[in-house]
């Protein structure tokens, strides 16, 4: 079978968050596709096959990072849609079934993806003890992004404060169920984005992801309110680094980016 490696959020190869997708005609037993997610050791691998037609979706979607399956994964999702629409195995929005719900995606002429994700219910908290020494910072506020993304969102002060984060991850792992999510607004708005994050998850294997889109339902929300438009841009701003152009609408949230096919090979496995 085909596997496919994509940068995702990308506008070039190498850059954005690589993703792991595999097209396939029903899912397998789910030790296989950890065993292959561990192999490929990117953030999330994206296994995916097609739907009886007439239903309320289009292709199941399951994620893995190398360690556990995932409740939503923003950037495999862009490019599992990616490799879709590029290889013709779908034309127009593709409704994936997933375990956060049904998922639209689509492909626009020129390239850009976007995803209909459901937007994370922020409830402010109580900055957790310890957590300020365990990221290297003081937050400003901290907040519940809800059980679909699992993450305590926390405000910094100022971009540079986010950009010179050095966490101790091993320690974050106590402070929700997948990660941290550190971000701050942009000190420049004139250089294309209007705020700046960046995420670590080590209660699922990954330090410091690339480009999160899950992590942008709740990020979205949250800086949609404080700078009074429902249209922005997000820089996470990992060592790839990638742009999320976020839309909030409701209970809904909009990510938009491109992606790019780097790998295009053969799984020998059975």
Known sequence: MRIRIVDAFAERAFSGNPAGVVLLDAFPED???QNVAMEVNHAETAF????????????ALRWFTPVAEVAMCGHATLATAHVLSTTGARKGPVRFATRSG???????ADGVITLDFPTAPLTRVDVPDGVAGALGAEPVAGFDTGP????LLLELADEKTVLGLSPDHRALGGYSTRGIIATARAQDPAKGYDYVSRCFFPNV???EDPVTGSAHTALAPHWSGRLGGDDLTG??????GGLVRTSLRGDRTLLSGRAVTVIDG?????
């Open 102 to 108: 049904v998922l639209i995606a689509s492909a626009g």
């Open 205 to 207: 294997g990954i330090d």
């Open 266 to 270: 053969e799984l020998l496995t059975p």
């Open 235 to 240: 820089l996470q701003a990992s060592r790839r």
């Open 48 to 59: 995916a096959h097609p739907l009886p037609e007439g239903g309320d979706a289009d292709w």
């Open 148 to 151: 679909n993304v699992g993450d």
């Open 31 to 33: 030790d296989w596709m």
